[in-house]
């Protein structure tokens, strides 16, 4: 079956430290999308891409990249983590065409900052 | 102020209760319209999208009110495992989605 999976599930780093969380889908969804989620603020948009070599910025992005090499991976960068970045991220895809497409989500990463 | 807003809640209520939940956004232009469930400390899952007709899925049922720029959703005759962070979410002009903050439902015996 095809799926989206996030890596690591869990993550401690330290202040300053550059990080990375993964994000593959095999669904070969041309729309990839990382959110973080932290209590009272709901799931903000951080960066986005409709394609291989394409990113957009979200609601959220600074401190933040992503790169798009391939269709499948989609990873977040945080260039040098703070402890406002500590929240749990959700990787989500979706197919290009149509209105009302299904957004998949990722069980989610959540990541410490110490 | 954010773009889409729901009541948080929490909405406590009896099994078998009739629950509705609203929506609101600020982009006239937002496109598609959903509602999601979210478990505890769990990814949000698809329930519904929302049509301009309206649609209904078993107990839940979905409209859209574009005039008023507002999205529902009623649940019939409350599960205990309805208990969960029902979660707004529209597209604007592309496929990203914007969400409410959710709004959490306890269903109790």
């Known amino acids: 079956d095809a799926e989206i999976t996030q890596s690591p599930r869990h993550k401690i780093t330290e202040t300053g430290r550059q990080v990375t969380l993964a994000c593959h889908q095999t669904?070969?969804?041309?729309?990839m999308f990382w959110y973080r989620q932290d209590l009272g603020h709901g799931l903000r948009l951080i960066h986005y891409s409709y394609g291989v070599h394409d990113t957009n910025k979200g609601e959220v992005s600074d401190g933040y990249s992503v790169s798009r090499s391939n269709t499948e991976d989609l990873p977040l960068t945080l260039e040098s983590a703070a402890s406002s970045q500590t929240s749990v991220y959700f990787c989500a895809s979706s197919e290009e065409t149509g209105s009302n497409t299904e957004a998949f989500f990722g069980q989610g990463t959540r990541l410490t900052v110490v | 102020r954010k773009e889409v807003e729901q009541d948080p809640g929490p909405f406590n209520v009896p099994e078998g209760a009739t629950v509705a939940f609203n929506c609101t956004y600020s982009?006239?232009?937002?496109?598609?319209f959903f509602w999601y469930r979210q478990d505890c400390r769990k990814e949000p899952k698809l329930l519904m999208s929302v049509y301009s007709s309206g649609n209904e899925d078993g107990r839940f049922t979905a409209q859209l009110n574009r005039a008023s720029q507002y999205i529902s959703l009623l649940i019939r005759d409350s599960k205990l495992s309805d208990s969960a962070t029902y979660l707004c979410?529209?597209?604007?002009?592309?496929?990203?989605?914007?969400f409410g903050k959710g709004t959490s439902l306890l269903v109790t015996p």
């Open positions: 669904w070969n969804h041309n729309n």
């Open positions: 982009n006239s232009a937002s496109q598609s």
């Open positions: 979410a529209v597209t604007d002009s592309g496929y990203a989605l914007n």
